[in-house]
């Protein structure tokens, strides 16, 4: 078995009174894409920071493959890493930028960062202090990924990035993971970790809510069915996972179900059912749930 890219050990750090991050116990195998979400102030920078050797743990431990975390010229051998807010140095041209960047890596593979060079469309020829934001990070995300780093760790990474360009970067993980790369991507945006991740861990005050499977998250949760009868409407409150009956006009209803779906279906089949239509949760609305809920 190969070492875990990263591995935490009741990971903790608080700044005074509050718990930033609070018994954090979670293993990232390598060559996964592991997705971080969690609200504001959740403790995702607070998780990086301690994975980079950028804080030191209040109590608990981290590695980065099996290195400690806390013995950074090594563990900095084996990762790259995109802040949210990307700095460059004002006055370097961006493919300066990106010369620096990888002589301080753990090297380059060159021919991939001039095909991302293309991809993401980045003149190169300026001055990166002239850079909108998005370019900035565009700048940041090629240096990461064509880095031979590998575990990728992405804070925000796509915040500044346009349609065309969250495509690249979806490709871009997408090889990482195809070359035994793993990610570690902290973002908002749920599309994106619905869209590239393996897993997901979901963080909330400081601690770890929940890790799941993306589809297993999904299958967690109950899916929206809306019904129209031409006869009668069938009684469904008693029937096994169908939940929050509501009559939502003349013959029609609509409820969530959850687990396997077969009664639900037989008590819908005896009925004259003339339209029916089902609707997954999205990730967003799953991910509410979780906020939504006091747990
Ligand atoms: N240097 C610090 N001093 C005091 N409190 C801090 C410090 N850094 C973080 N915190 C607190 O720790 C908690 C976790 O913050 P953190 O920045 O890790 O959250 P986050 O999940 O990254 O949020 P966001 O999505 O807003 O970036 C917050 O309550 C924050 O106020």
Redesign the pocket.
């Known amino acids: 078995m190969s070492a875990p890219a990263i591995r935490t050990e009741h990971l903790t750090?608080r700044?005074?009174p509050?718990?930033?991050?609070d018994g954090l116990d979670l293993t990232v195998p390598a060559g996964e894409v592991f997705g971080f979400l969690?609200?504001?102030?959740?403790?995702?920078?607070?998780?990086?920071?301690l994975l980079l050797g950028l804080?030191r743990p209040t109590s608990g431990r981290a590695w980065i493959f099996d290195i400690d975390a806390a013995d950074v010229a090594a563990a900095h051998q084996r990762l790259a890493y995109v802040p949210?807010d990307v700095a460059l140095w004002p006055r370097l041209t961006g493919a300066e930028v990106l010369e620096l960047l990888g002589a301080v890596g753990p090297g380059v593979d060159r021919a991939y960062r001039d095909e991302l060079v293309e991809r993401f469309a980045l003149d190169l020829s300026k001055p990166a202090g002239t850079y909108s934001t998005g370019n900035r990070q565009k700048v940041a995300l090629v240096a990461a990924f064509a880095t031979r780093a590998p575990l990728l760790v992405l804070?925000?990474p796509t915040s500044g990035l346009d349609p065309l360009m969250e495509r690249e970067f979806r490709r871009a993980v997408a090889d990482a993971r195809a070359d035994g790369r793993t990610v570690f991507l902290?973002s908002?945006q749920l599309a994106e970790v619905e869209a590239v991740c393996d897993r997901v861990g979901i963080?909330r005050?400081?601690r770890l809510v929940d890790v799941a499977a993306v589809p297993d998250l999904r299958a967690l949760h109950r899916t929206e069915v809306q019904v129209r009868f031409a006869g009668p409407v069938p009684d469904l409150d008693h029937v096994p996972g169908v939940q929050a009956v509501e009559r939502t006009g003349e013959g029609a209803v609509r409820f969530t179900l959850s687990g396997p779906p077969g009664p639900a279906l037989r008590q819908l089949a005896a009925a004259d059912v003339s339209a029916v239509s089902m609707r997954e949760p999205t990730l967003e609305e799953i991910f509410l749930d979780y906020y939504g809920e006091d747990r």
């Open positions: 750090k700044y005074g509050v718990s930033a991050l969690g609200p504001n102030g959740a403790g995702k920078s607070t998780t990086i920071r804080a949210a804070d925000e902290c908002h963080l005050a400081g």
